[in-house]
T-cell receptor
Framework: EPEVTQTPSHQVTQMGQEVILRCVPI?????FYWYRQILGQKVEFLVS????????KSEIFDDQFSVERPDGSNFTLKIRSTKLEDSAMYFC????????????FGDGTRLSIL | QKEVEQNSGPLSVPEGAIASLNCTYS??????FFWYRQYSGKSPELIMS????GDKEDGRFTAQLNKASQYVSLLIRDSQPSDSATYLC???????????FGPGTRLSVLP
């Protein structure tokens, strides 16, 4: 069964550094998403991406964050000048041809900011 | 602000019993509803989607939707210890493309 893959599984970074989290969505999906989950808290929406542009973003997704689909397969989340509070699990998800179809999640990247 | 509410639990049921998980949502225009299961330290895993009022059954799982009451539930029949996890309710509306997740209900199925 096709799946969403994320790399790395764990990223440790010094505060103030930039990180790039990578995702390969399911190949025939058109909608892509990033979510984060701080330890012990609920899953929070960050951004959705369709047709090579951001379609919606949350208040969390400020100028520190950016997304890119540099080629036909990868979907990346860049966090500039990381802060301690950016430590969380980051999940990538994708959904199919219509936006209201179920979203399928990758295994996540655990980001630890020191 | 769109809100999705769930009892945080833990909800404890004995093995073989029916587990009933509830979710309410604030946005009346919401049209698409999903239940995910999340094991500790893992990613959300889709269980079911439901779009119309009424019941939808898939194996041991039944989702129930009542849009007038802004309520969606998940029943798990013949609960197994492997069902022990946090169950997330997610709501998607027709204006956006993002899920709003509830905080999750932690289910514990006791052998």
């Amino acid at each position: 069964e096709p799946e969403v893959t994320q790399t790395p599984s764990h990223q440790v970074t010094q505060m103030g550094q930039e990180v790039i989290l990578r995702c390969v969505p399911i190949s025939n999906h058109l909608y892509f998403y990033w979510y984060r989950q701080i330890l012990g808290q609920k899953v929070e929406f960050l951004v959705s991406f369709y047709n090579n542009e951001i379609s919606e973003k949350s208040e969390i997704f400020d100028d520190q964050f950016s997304v890119e689909r540099p080629d036909g397969s990868n979907f990346t989340l860049k966090i500039r000048s990381t802060k301690l509070e950016d430590s969380a699990m980051y999940f990538c998800a994708s959904s199919g041809q219509i936006s209201n179809q179920p979203q399928h999640f990758g295994d996540g990247t655990r980001l630890s900011i020191l | 602000q769109k809100e999705v509410e769930q009892n945080s639990g833990p909800l404890s049921v004995p093995e073989g019993a029916i587990a009933s998980l509830n979710c309410t949502y604030s946005d009346r225009v919401s049209q698409s509803f999903f239940w995910y299961r999340q094991y500790s330290g893992k990613s959300p895993e889709l269980i079911m989607s439901i779009y119309s009022n009424g019941d939808k059954e898939d194996g041991r799982f039944t989702a129930q939707l009542n849009k007038a009451s802004q309520y969606v539930s998940l029943l798990i029949r013949d609960s197994q210890p492997s069902d022990s996890a946090t169950y997330l309710c997610a709501v998607l509306d027709n204006y956006g493309q993002n899920f709003v997740f509830g905080p999750g209900t932690r289910l514990s199925v006791l052998p």
